[in-house]
């Protein structure tokens, strides 16, 4: 199994607090670990782990309009999993959304439970008319953070990163971006 | 207990709190009572009053918030009670309007309507007060007593599945939102 990077994790939670975000809501997958433990290490931030994706939208709703800059950290199955509140809450009552997804299931997927989930991501978030941008190098992750955060304020509506395998898997031995865990 | 009679009254503890409530006849109810720019309806989005609550409650801790949810609401976000208890906010109170129906799509009858008791399943959450109160009395008092804890309190109110003729109200859903958010604004 090759590792999740450290460096990736940092550059990207760096960018989020360069944001202002205060409130992160998260459900773990092995891509997002780091990042949940700086949130966790992190005494100015407010980790709240979900039992279900779902509730994410609820708490960034409430964490918006009480003046508090969120962001949900997820897989995409997990972005599955949010539909109806997205549409329901978010889309119809005009609630920016910061959505971070890790992309499993795209080239390079190991594990054969990720590759149907891979399969829709994009297709799902086009249907759902949610602007997203792919997060898959260090160099480029603070301003599209930024660009995100700036477009979902603007519209009041959900924008979506995902989180590209090249960007979260340290290259294995064979120097290619090889299976990542579960 | 009626819940209109149940609303009425704790409505004067209503008026300078924060109160989150779920769709159709709750939200008509409250709204016929009077509505408030600290009244959020939370219509449609089944299950994620609660989590607002939560996310509200956590973001102004200065701040009492009461989330008005019901039994079907509630039944499709169980989860969001263990995330409720794991957090447990002491300036949440969460109130389920327990009618054991769907009231607001027809009337047809929840998993609370054969045994499931939803004051009991948030205790095993770990919510650290809860109360089920089955008529007016013990519903004000079970009010009125979770305000004065400071702990988050889930309170099951037991009421007749009756309700407001129609749902829809002269409250415009982003109207409600955006002057919810401007009351919230420090
Ligand atoms: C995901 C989803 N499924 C179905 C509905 C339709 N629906 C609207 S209100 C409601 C019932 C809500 O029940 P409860 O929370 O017990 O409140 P009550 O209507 O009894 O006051 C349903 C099923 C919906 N809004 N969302």
């Known amino acids: 199994m090759s590792p999740v990077s450290t460096t990736s994790s940092r550059v990207i939670y760096d960018a989020l607090k360069a944001c202002g975000i205060r409130l992160m809501s998260a459900l773990p997958e092995t891509w997002l670990v780091h990042l949940i433990r700086m949130a966790e290490d992190d005494p100015e931030m407010i980790l709240v782990r979900l039992a279900k994706e779902e509730e994410g939208v609820g708490i960034s709703a409430g964490a918006h309009l009480a003046g508090v800059k969120s962001a949900m950290l997820m897989q995409n199955h997990g972005l599955l999993a949010s539909i109806n509140g997205i549409v329901s809450c978010a889309q119809l009552y005009r609630i920016p959304l910061l959505m971070l997804v890790s992309y499993r299931g795209e080239l390079g997927e190991r594990d054969p439970w990720q590759t149907e989930g891979g399969g829709v991501t994009e297709d799902i978030l086009r249907a759902l008319r949610i602007p997203f941008v792919m997060l898959e190098q260090p160099d480029h992750v603070a301003q599209r953070i930024a660009d995100a955060q700036t477009l979902a304020l603007a519209s009041n509506k959900p924008v979506a990163l995902l989180l590209r395998r090249g960007l979260m898997i340290e290259e294995d031995g064979a120097g290619r971006a090889g299976g990542a865990g579960r | ?186």
Do not use: W
């Open chain 2, 1 to 186: 207990m009626k819940r209109i009679d149940a609303l009425t009254a704790v409505y004067s503890r209503l008026q300078d709190r924060i109160v989150v409530t779920i769709m159709g006849a709750v939200a008509a109810e409250l709204q016929s009572i009077g509505h408030r720019p600290n009244f959020f309806y939370l219509q449609h989005a089944m299950g994620l009053a609660s989590s607002m609550g939560l996310g509200i409650a956590l973001c102004r801790p200065d701040r009492q918030v009461i989330v008005l949810d019901g039994d079907g609401s509630l039944l499709m976000n169980l989860g969001g009670l263990t995330t409720l208890a794991r957090y447990r906010p002491r300036n949440l109170v969460h109130v389920v309007f327990d009618n054991e129906s769907l009231l607001s799509v027809g009337g047809f009858p929840t998993a609370t309507s054969t045994g499931s008791d939803l004051a009991a399943i948030a205790k095993a959450a770990g919510v650290p007060r809860t109360a089920t109160a089955r008529t007016l009395d013990e519903f004000t008092r079970a009010f009125d007593e979770a305000l004065a804890a400071g702990e988050l309190t889930t309170i099951v109110a037991k009421v007749e599945a009756v309700g407001p003729s129609a749902f829809v109200t002269d409250l415009g859903l982003l109207e409600n939102r955006f002057q919810f958010q401007r009351y919230l604004a420090p």
